[in-house]
C-alpha cells in the first residue's frame, strides 16, 4: 500500500520521461501481487514491435503516460476501422496481412453482451476480485478479463489474476476460474444470479463437465466429438464456459463479448413454456446432444410427451429448461432443476426428483405442472 501511494505522487510530480522511466521502474517497485502481472514488460502479443512500433506508448499516452483500465484505450485498434486506421496513421500500429483485428465493440454493442461499454468509472486498478463489498457496483472492463501487458492468442486472459493464498496470487490458468472472478463467490452478485463456482463442483450429484469430466457415464445422446470420457484422441470430455456462452457468430471474434442470444448464448434457446420444439428452439442443447436422441426418448422414456407436448390434449410442450439446469446441481442427478415459474407442489406438497441410479433410466417426479399432479410419477 505505502509503495502504491508512493509511486502515485512521484507520477504527478515529475516531467513526462521521468514519468516513462518510472514507469518502467515501477515493476519492480510494485507490491508483489501487482509484480505478478508483469506489467513493466510486454510478454504478450502487444510485444511485437512489428505490429506495435511505439510499444508502451500504443496504450500510455499523455502528458503522465497515466491510463485508467476504461476500455477506450483498446477500443482504438479493436473498435471500428476509422478508430484503427488513425492508429495506423500515427505509427501506433503497422497493418499487416497476417493480423485481422476485429471489432469487439461491435460485438459489445449486440443486445446481449458484458457491460463493459455503459458501466464506467468503476473498474479500479487495484481492485481485488472476487467482491467482497456487498454495495460494489458490478462491472467488467476489457482489464478484467485481459492483461494488456501479457496476453497471447491462445490465452487471451494470460496474466489476470485468480486464486489468492496469503500475499500470493496465481494467474487464472482456466477460463472458469476468470469468470468465478465475478460470477462466484462475489458478494455483490444480483439478486436473479447465483453462484456459479458451486454449481460447477465435481462433488455435485450433477454437472456439465467444465472443471472436470461429468459424473455420469453413460450420456447417451451426446454427439461426436463429444465423450463423458476421453477415451480417443479426439474426444471432448471437458467443455468450457466458452462452449455455451459467446458470439453468436461462429466467424467473428471468440469471446463472451456479445451475443444476439438471450444469455450471451452462442445459440439459441428457448426457456418458457408453450414453444414448438424445433431444431431453432433448443440449438444450444443440440449443439452437442443429438435431437434424434432425445425426441426418441433413448434416456428419459417421457422426454418426447414433455418437450412436443399434445395439442389434443391442450398440452403446450415445455423446454428444457422446466427441467434441467445448464450448468449444475448439488441435490439432484441428470442436472434436474425445476423452474418454479411452470412447476409447483403437488397435493401433498411434494416437489422432489428420485432417480434410481446411472444408466437404470428409472426414477420418479412429485410435483404439480399445468395442474397435472405427479403424486409421485414415476418411468
Ligand atoms: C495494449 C495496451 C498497453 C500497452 C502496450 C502497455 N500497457 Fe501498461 N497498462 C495498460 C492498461 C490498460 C493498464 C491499467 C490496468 C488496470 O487499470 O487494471 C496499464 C497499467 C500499467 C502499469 C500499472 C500502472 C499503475 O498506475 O498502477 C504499469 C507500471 C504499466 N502499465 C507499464 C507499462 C509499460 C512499461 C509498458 C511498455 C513496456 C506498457 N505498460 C505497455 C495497457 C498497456
Ligand atoms: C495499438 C493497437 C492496439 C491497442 C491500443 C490494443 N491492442 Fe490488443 N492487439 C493488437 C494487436 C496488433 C494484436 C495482435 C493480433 C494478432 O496477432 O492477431 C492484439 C491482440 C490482443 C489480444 C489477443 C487476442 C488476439 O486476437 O491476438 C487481446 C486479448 C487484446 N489484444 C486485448 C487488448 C486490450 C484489453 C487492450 C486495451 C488495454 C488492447 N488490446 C489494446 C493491437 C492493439
Ligand atoms: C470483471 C467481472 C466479470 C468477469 C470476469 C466475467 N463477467 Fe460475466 N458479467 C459481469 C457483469 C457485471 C454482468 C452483468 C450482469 C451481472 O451483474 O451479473 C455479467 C453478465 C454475464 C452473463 C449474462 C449476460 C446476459 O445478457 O444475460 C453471462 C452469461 C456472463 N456474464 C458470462 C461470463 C463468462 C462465461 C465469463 C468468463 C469467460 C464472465 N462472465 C466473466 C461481470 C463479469
Ligand atoms: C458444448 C457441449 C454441450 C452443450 C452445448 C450442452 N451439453 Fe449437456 N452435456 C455435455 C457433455 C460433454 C455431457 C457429459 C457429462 C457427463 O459425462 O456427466 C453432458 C451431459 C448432460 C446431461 C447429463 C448430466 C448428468 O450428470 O447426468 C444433461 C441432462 C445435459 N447434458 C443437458 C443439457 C441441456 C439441457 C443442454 C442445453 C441447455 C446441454 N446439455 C448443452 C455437453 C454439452
Ligand atoms: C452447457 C451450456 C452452458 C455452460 C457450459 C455454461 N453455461 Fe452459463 N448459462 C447457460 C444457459 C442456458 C443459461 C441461461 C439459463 C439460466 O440462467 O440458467 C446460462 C446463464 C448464465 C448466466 C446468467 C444467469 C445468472 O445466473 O447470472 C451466467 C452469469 C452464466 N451462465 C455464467 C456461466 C459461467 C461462468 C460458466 C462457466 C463456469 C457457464 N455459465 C457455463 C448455459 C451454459
Ligand atoms: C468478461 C470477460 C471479457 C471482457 C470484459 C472482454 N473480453 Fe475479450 N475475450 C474474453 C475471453 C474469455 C476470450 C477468449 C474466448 C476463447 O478463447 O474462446 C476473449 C477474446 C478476445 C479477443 C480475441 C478474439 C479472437 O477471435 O481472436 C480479443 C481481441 C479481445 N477479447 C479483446 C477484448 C477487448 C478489446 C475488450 C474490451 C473492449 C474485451 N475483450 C472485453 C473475455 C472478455
Ligand atoms: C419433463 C422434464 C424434462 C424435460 C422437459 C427435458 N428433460 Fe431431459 N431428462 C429428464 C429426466 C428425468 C432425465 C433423466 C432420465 C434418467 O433417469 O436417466 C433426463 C435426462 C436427460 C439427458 C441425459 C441422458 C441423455 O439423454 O443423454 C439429457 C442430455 C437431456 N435430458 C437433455 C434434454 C434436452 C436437450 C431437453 C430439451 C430439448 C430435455 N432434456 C428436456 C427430464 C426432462
Known sequence: MMMEMRKKTSLVLVTPLLGFLLLLLAGFLLPPVAQAANKGMLTGVHGNRDLM?????????????????????????????????????????????RVNLQS?????????????????????KDEELPESQVSAKRHAECVDCHEAHSATRDKPFRGIQGKRFGNFVTDVSKEYELCYRCHGRSANLPA????????????NKSYHPV?????????????????????????????????????????????????????????????????????????????????????????????????????????????????????????????????????????????EFKAQGVASRKGSCALSCHGVDHEPKRY
Open 211 to 351: 472443471e472436470g469430466e461429468g459424473a455420469n457415464t453413460h450420456v447417451i445422446s451426446l454427439k461426436e466429438p463429444y465423450a463423458e470420457r476421453r477415451q480417443r484422441p479426439g474426444d471432448i470430455s471437458v467443455i468450457s464456459c466458452s462452449d455455451c456462452h459467446g458470439n453468436d457468430n461462429p466467424s467473428g471474434p471468440r469471446g463472451p463479448h456479445g451475443s444476439t442470444y438471450r444469455g450471451l448464448l452462442v445459440a439459441n434457446y428457448e426457456m418458457e413454456d408453450g414453444r414448438n420444439e424445433s431444431a431453432l428452439a433448443y440449438a444450444l442443447c443440440y449443439k452437442c446432444h443429438e435431437r434424434s436422441s432425445i425426441l426418441g426418448n433413448e434416456s428419459f422414456p417421457y422426454h418426447s410427451q414433455h418437450i412436443l407436448g399434445n395439442r389434443g390434449k391442450n398440452q403446450p410442450g415445455t423446454s428444457c429448461f422446466t427441467c434441467h439446469d445448464a450448468h449444475g446441481s448439488s441435490s439432484n442427478q441428470y442436472l434436474i432443476r425445476f423452474n418454479a415459474d411452470v412447476v409447483e407442489e403437488n397435493a401433498a406438497g411434494k416437489l
Open 53 to 97: 512500433p511505439k510499444s508502451c506508448r500504443a496504450c500510455h499516452r499523455g502528458m503522465r503516460m497515466s491510463i485508467r483500465g476504461e476500455e477506450k484505450v483498446c477500443l482504438t485498434c479493436h473498435g471500428g476501422p476509422v478508430q484503427r486506421q488513425a492508429m495506423e496513421a500515427g505509427g501506433y500500429l503497422v497493418r499487416s496481412s
Open 192 to 203: 436473479d444470479s447465483t453462484d456459479k463456482q458451486l454449481e460447477f463442483r465435481l462433488t
Open 104 to 124: 469487439i465493440e461491435a460485438e459489445l454493442r449486440k443486445p446481449y453482451n458484458h457491460p463493459v461499454l455503459t458501466v464506467k468509472n468503476v473498474h479500479h
